[in-house]
């Protein structure tokens, strides 16, 4: 079983190659960037266990042991995740996972990092962040899946305070310069600095629609990510008896999602196709 976090990667950066034990079954993450967070891992880690990234419980080491600092923002090298390491995961009770405190993070270093966020320097660009963090919150409580979008931001936000108090006056056009801070993030702040007094209903506008249980369509994905209407020519993962395979959802609101879909719920041809295709 192979999966990549390919997408999330830039060219050229070192990849790890992790094995993936969960309930008796084993599994292997190749092509896994060696800067990648946890949040990536476990979201990375959901689409083959089908455990949800705040139930998950990651261990590593001989004998496995659960790792210490287990926030979203850490790297895998600050878990201590390694190339052709074990990752043991176990189904643990659904938790809070943004930016919770760990047993591994002193108290007075917590009461630090709060009084850090109090005494943050007057920015037009982290009044930005703070509001389009503020919407991010309340678009996850009705959709939990999108809880990444929060992550990103959180990381984004750190980044830029950081740089503020090194005496850096960033402006919006270089925030992509710093570590973390990715193109959805800067579109997400521009939005808020160029629109932070609009209606509601403006920046509801700018939220993800949301999902449609109910009244959606799907299609096969190929390994290019082109739509395809036959399951065999879908892009595919796992072991026979266990297959998965990918596809796109279509919802009614204009939402859309990729996933992969279980062997005993693929039909040999979906029943949608992409609007516009013949």
Known sequence: VAR??????????????????????????????????????????SRETEVEPERQVIKV?????????????TTLKEAGIRDRDTVVVEAGEAREAVDEPTAAEPAAARRGKRQRDEEAPDSEVLRAFDR???????????????????????????????????GNNLSIGALHTLPGVGHWVVGQVRAEMEGGGAPAASAAKRRAPAPTPQDFTWWYLDGKGKAVKDRNSAQATGTPGSMQFRVCLLHASGRMEKA???????????????PGSS
């Open 132 to 166: 389009a963090l503020a919407k991010a919150q309340q678009h996850v409580r009705n959709c939990p899946e999108d809880r990444h979008q929060v992550w990103a931001l959180r990381r984004g936000r750190s980044a830029v305070l950081e740089s503020i108090e090194a």
């Open 4 to 45: 990549s976090l390919g997408e999330t990667g830039s060219p050229g950066m070192a990849s790890l190659t992790l094995r993936l034990r969960y309930s008796g079954r084993t599994a292997i993450l190749s092509e896994v960037p060696a800067e990648a967070t946890l949040a990536e891992l476990r979201a990375l880690i």
């Open 260 to 274: 992969f879909l279980p062997e005993a719920k693929a039909p040999p041809r979906c029943p949608g196709a992409p």
């Open 61 to 73: 080491g001989v004998p496995p042991a659960a790792i210490r600092d287990c926030r979203p923002a």
